[in-house]
């Protein structure tokens, strides 16, 4: 068992070291373009392209974010943080999903005041330029950062934050477009509004997956009953009770549970076995890797104080 947790922590720390590595060639290629478009937006006059450079600062500062984050999550854990500071990703989420709504909520303001104001004058030949320019940014970001998605609550919302931001390249190209055929000003106001009602729903989304973490909630997915069904068809198992299980942070599962024996798996001293078979349960049908389980004797759960399923 001990060699299969230190390979366990063994991949965990290969995955983060590839996950903070995906965040940082992410980070300076968002920044690199945050820049082109914070100029071309000051050159256009284009609230759309403002309003994608907004987001990529938040996409900028969630990536930063995320790699201070990744970078405590990997300390080791200590007396007073016993489970270690991976819960710092959540934080980071939070933070994240915060920056989100703030920007959706800013650029969604400023476009209705253009629309009342009347059109404005774009620059549309120029805007269009920059709009292909982060789109294709944009894309490069989130293809380096989808591959570790599964893993992180952190790496899959700044996957989130850049994905939603091409979605904005592409509707200030489209506005970009429209002005350039049409003459009609008022796109670029309303590309924006497409821009912060992008923006907004996923970090409502966000912000629900980091509620749902800290609320030690049973992560989604886990079927409990299904877990309790397959402790109780394991041969000396008579009962479970107190189960309970969690997250410390996205894709890492906390189980706890009490669970009666058989009198003879004491006796006999089959505990340790069966202590094995357990972990290897939820290990291998659950994905859960840190379980805990009090063996204990039908005599012992009958006076157990606040017992529940």
Known sequence: MAAYAGRVSNEHDHHAGADRRRLVVALVI??????????????????????????????????????????????????????????AEVFGALVNGALLALIAIGVAVEAVARLVQGDAHVASGGMLAVAIAGLVANVVAALVLRGGVNRSI????????????????????????????TGFGAADAIASLVI????????????????????????????????????????????????????????????????????????????DDLLDRLGSCLTEHFDVAHSTFQIEVAEHAEHEAHVHR
Do not use: C
Request: charged fraction near 15%; aromatic fraction near 4%.
């Open 30 to 87: 968002t920044v690199a373009f945050l820049g082109v478009e914070v100029v071309g937006a000051a050159l256009t006059g284009s609230l759309a392209l403002l309003g994608d450079a907004g987001h990529m600062l938040s996409d900028a500062l969630a990536l930063g974010v995320a790699i201070v984050a990744s970078v405590v999550a990997a300390r080791p854990a200590t007396d007073r943080a016993t489970f270690g500071f991976r819960r």
């Open 154 to 181: 952190n790496l899959r919302a700044a996957y989130l934050d850049v994905l939603g931001d091409t979605l904005g390249s592409i509707a200030a190209i489209v506005a970009s477009v429209v002005i350039l055929t």
């Open 196 to 271: 912060a009602a992008l923006i907004l729903p996923r970090a409502v989304m966000l912000l629900r997956d980091v509620v749902h973490v800290l609320s030690d909630a049973a992560p989604r997915g886990t079927d409990v009953e299904q877990i309790r069904a397959h402790i109780l068809g394991t041969a000396g198992v008579v009962g479970v009770h107190d189960v309970h299980v969690w997250q410390i942070t996205s894709g890492a599962p906390v189980f706890t549970a009490h669970v009666v024996v058989q009198p003879a798996i004491l006796v006999k001293g089959y505990a």
